[in-house]
């Protein structure tokens, strides 16, 4: 869309990956798992054909083949999560689900 370069998005891209990877690694010193399955809900273009993002109406393979990679996990019980109040978890979901342009 021109708002930024492609050597920008790109970077932006490598960032988000990062934070998400931070979670996952948590998430793997906090569960037993002979296998565990890290994938995505959807592929991404990053200048296929043009495009960007996950565009609607188009069926190309950096849409629809989804990152998939296989791992383990061990608990170290290093992790205790901060327990969230319901009721606040009532009102994000509202605001989530707006911000993801489903409601």
């Given at each position: 869309m021109g708002e930024r370069t492609e050597s920008e998005?790109?970077?932006?891209?490598?960032?988000?990956?990062?934070?998400?990877?931070?979670?996952?690694?948590?998430?793997?010193?906090?569960?037993?798992?002979?296998?565990?399955?890290?994938?995505?809900?959807?592929?991404?273009?990053?200048?296929?054909?043009?495009?960007?993002?996950?565009?609607?109406?188009?069926?190309?393979?950096?849409?629809y083949e989804v990152p998939w990679c296989e791992t383990e996990a061990t608990d170290s019980q290093a992790h205790e999560p901060e327990p969230i109040p319901t009721d606040t978890i009532e009102q994000d979901r509202e605001g989530q689900l707006r911000a993801l342009g489903y409601v």
């Open positions: 998005a790109w970077e932006d891209y490598k960032e988000n990956l990062r934070q998400a990877l931070d979670d996952v690694e948590l998430l793997r010193e906090n569960v037993d798992a002979e296998k565990m399955i890290i994938t995505a809900d959807h592929g991404n273009a990053v200048g296929e054909h043009g495009l960007y993002g996950h565009p609607g109406g188009v069926s190309i393979p950096a849409l």
